[in-house]
């Protein structure tokens, strides 16, 4: 109850905001100019390879350190500190003791974040019992496997029913099973009004949550906005196999269409869909086979972010 | 600073009970055998300092001629053993009021007279913070016997015990000074140590990144700061348990040397001391810790910290020689120092109102370098912050 009046108080404002945010590690400039809106209760992907800037620019929302220059708000506070209570975060080097129980770790996350210890341990052991993970709740971390591990830390970042859970490669190192539960638990959350940011470089995750993204690459925002916007940027594209090699129905096909096996690909010419299936038809194309594909996200990104930064991106594969 | 405090608590709690639960705890308990050893040999070294600067003096009320004949016993005796082992003679013409007289001698902060001398030739009184078989009576008798050269019969010395002042006589209390300043100075130095690594732990799992964005990074120094005073307080505790036990069936407790202010304040405030003590260098090494990245660089940078509290302690045993001068003053304001030099100066002195102001300072000191610890870990380690630019200029 008390998420959702405050996040009413949010509503319709954006619940994380950056305006030209600049950080440099000496004389390496690490984010360059990023600014962003987050709307309430949505789930945001920031994109891009490792070493974009996805995990600075966290860091510096977070307030765990400060812009070289820029402003940001979080929740309406401009330091990140004042809405510490209200927002979870899930690092991408995860970190526990490892000589701490399971649920007293989750608890010790969420006294940091202003809930009473015994409160804490209350929901702990809750959560984790939900997480079919009840029998580990009074083992020490060091004994769990790495994805329990995860889980617990992930679990810590959500205890206190944050406003705002940022997370930062939250995929990484989980098996499919466990990103399937993962994608779900954000979803829940979002449904329960939280707002969602999380960062990621397999782009599955972020086409099959999002609402907004924004694509960084080389400390630069390439694109934020809604992912069918970032769709809307390429046309749609055919896959069309047929009978007949040549014929007249060929100058219906872009010029710059290429082969992959026995499929022509190429871009949906601007007149649409009508005049060349007529074509096709017309001219004894013989269709054996005709799809017209709206583009993904991925195809978006490699647009937008170019081929370097998509090649760099998809070295982990989505499960 | 609530939120600061609150924060603090989460992480000081946290840490206590790692600390305190663990079986390692057990080995931390035992630690201070071997360096307490250490300590009573080195404090020995000093006292024995204290002792020399100390030499018993006893003031003469007699007539020009007594103490004349007097003084040439001393003389004598001197120049037969050591004159370094004599107890040395200051005469005082007998005032009308004998007995203020002795009393202000006795209580006088400029000359430190073990005890005065009176009644001569015929009925000698010695009254003083003295034992009617101890050195002092002992030596005084052999005088007054050669004095009286012609007489068989040695005079009986009349000897009354007196506790001065309320801490004893000023050896007694510099001795008292050095064993609270060698006890605080170990104790901290067992535990300033373990405060180096306390942020490795936190660097090296990869929590720090969740504590920094939960809690104010000065909650983080507070909470470790003050979490390992509560578990070196129960260590303390129970050695200063075992080390009253055993004191107790050695020599018995009322065998030590009573500081001035009172063995109740003066405990008091050893506590307060040792807190301050361990907080000011624990905030320093903390910070100092903070910059190592790992085990083996904290290990590097424990024997230069270690020689580092040496010398501190060494310039607060320094103070204790000299009660009131420019050194113990220096050592008094120095914020490292303070402590170890205010704990000598509550067996020294009996006043109050200097250790509420040297506390109020300590605890300035403790915040101040927090603080700036909190501010340098942000900036190196966190890498937080604008990039400065000598005098807004830039290279292009």
Known sequence: MLRQAQHERFQGDSAVEAIDLVKDFGATRAVDGVSLSVPSGSIYGLLGPNGAGKTTTLRMLLGIIDPSSGTRRILGRTKPIDAAEEVGYLPEERGLYPAMHARDAIAFMGALRGLPLKEARRRAELMLTEHDLGDWAKKPIRTLSKGMAQTVQLLGSIIHKPQLIVLDEPFSGLDAINQARLEELIRREAQNGATIIFSTHVIAHAERLCERIAIVAKGKVAFEGRVDDARARLRPIVRLRTRASDGPWRSAIPSDARLEGDHLIFELPESGPEPLLRALLDGDAGIEALAIERPGLHDAFVAIAGESAAAAMGEEKPQ | ?396
Not at chain 2, 187 to 202: A, G, I
Not at chain 2, 227 to 251: E, K, Q, R
Request: aromatic share 8%; with cysteine; net charge positive.
């Open chain 2, 1 to 396: 600073m609530r939120k600061v405090m609150r924060g603090a608590f989460v992480i000081g709690r946290r840490d206590f009970s790692a600390t305190v639960l663990s079986k390692t705890f057990l080995f931390f308990l035992f630690g201070p055998v071997f360096p307490l050893l250490f300590g009573i040999a080195f404090g020995g070294i000093v006292s024995g300092t204290v002792g020399q600067r100390d030499k018993t003096i006893v003031a003469v009320i007699a007539p020009e001629a007594e103490f004349v004949r007097l003084q040439a016993a001393r003389e004598r005796l001197a120049g037969a053993i050591d004159n370094e082992r004599v107890l040395g003679l200051v005469r005082y013409a007998p005032e009308p009021d004998l007995a203020a007289q002795q009393q202000r001698l006795l209580t006088s902060g400029e000359t430190q007279f073990r005890a005065v001398l009176t009644g001569l030739p015929d009925h000698p009184r010695l009254a003083g913070n003295i034992q009617p078989e101890g050195n002092t009576a002992k030596q005084l008798r052999l005088l007054l016997a050669n004095a009286a050269s012609g007489n068989a019969a040695e005079p009986q010395l009349e000897v009354t015990h007196i506790d001065e002042r309320p801490g004893g006589t000023p050896r007694d209390q510099a001795r008292t000074g050095q064993i609270a300043q060698t006890a605080l100075f170990f104790f901290t130095l067992l535990l300033s140590t373990m405060l180096l690594s306390q942020l490795v732990e936190e660097k090296s799992n990869k929590i720090i990144e969740v504590v920094a964005a939960a809690v104010p990074i000065e909650s983080l120094f507070i909470g470790k700061l003050f979490a390992m005073l509560a578990a070196s307080l129960l260590g303390l505790i129970v050695w200063t348990a075992c080390g009253a036990a055993v004191v107790a069936s050695w020599t018995g407790l009322a065998a030590l040397p009573p500081p001035a202010t009172g063995w109740p304040t003066f405990l008091g405030l050893a506590s307060v001391y040792f807190a301050m003590n361990y907080l000011l260098l624990g905030a320093v090494f903390l910070t100092i810790g903070a910059q190592a990245a790992t085990v083996r660089e904290v290990q590097t940078l424990s024997m230069p910290v270690t020689f580092g509290q040496m010398l501190v302690f060494g310039f607060a045993a320094a103070a204790v020689t000299a009660p009131g001068s420019g050194l113990a003053l220096s050592a008094e304001v120095f914020p490292l120092s303070s402590p170890l030099a205010m704990v000598a100066r509550a067996a020294q002195s009996p006043g109050i109102w200097p250790h509420v102001a040297a506390i109020a300072w300590q605890v300035l000191w403790v915040a101040l370098i927090l603080r700036l610890g909190a501010r340098l870990f942000r900036k190196t380690v966190l890498k937080s912050g604008p990039t400065r630019r000598w005098m807004g200029l830039r290279r292009a």
